[in-house]
């Protein structure tokens, strides 16, 4: 099986900043696409950013020059950096990934979400 552990959530000022971090780990042959996503209460969760397999990256308007995606593949893991946190990025933020795994006879590419990581920004 496969696990997708999130971490780095927390409290922050508006203004500060944060690093979130999502490590992969279990029955994985490659991670093709990893993404993150924030749900907000009363609200649709929504796409934050995304890398794919060719590190081609992409962000919502609502945090471009301010977060950025990266990805460690030797350690399976992906990173988001925030910055210039505003209260409205107060969210649960989770993080998503496409996997390719070892299945009998062969390889499947399925889709994983963590658990969830809650980030508060207040003064």
């Known amino acids: 099986q496969v696990q997708l552990v999130e971490s780095g959530g927390g409290l922050v000022q508006p203004g500060g900043s944060l690093r979130l971090s999502c490590a992969a780990s279990g029955n994985i042959f490659s991670i093709n696409a990893m993404a993150w996503y924030r749900q907000a209460p009363g609200k649709e969760r929504e796409l934050v950013a995304s890398?794919?397999?060719?590190?081609?990256?992409s962000y919502a308007d609502s945090v471009k020059g301010r977060f950025t995606i990266s990805r460690d593949n030797a350690k399976n893991t992906a990173y988001l950096q925030m910055n210039s946190l505003k209260p409205e990025d107060t969210a649960v933020y989770y993080c998503?990934?496409?996997?390719?795994?070892?299945?009998?006879?062969?390889?499947?590419?399925?889709?994983?979400w963590g658990q969830g990581t809650q980030v508060t920004v207040s003064s």
């Open positions: 998503n990934a496409n996997i390719k795994r070892y299945v009998f006879g062969g390889l499947s590419d399925d889709d994983y």
């Open positions: 890398s794919t397999t060719s590190r081609t990256t």
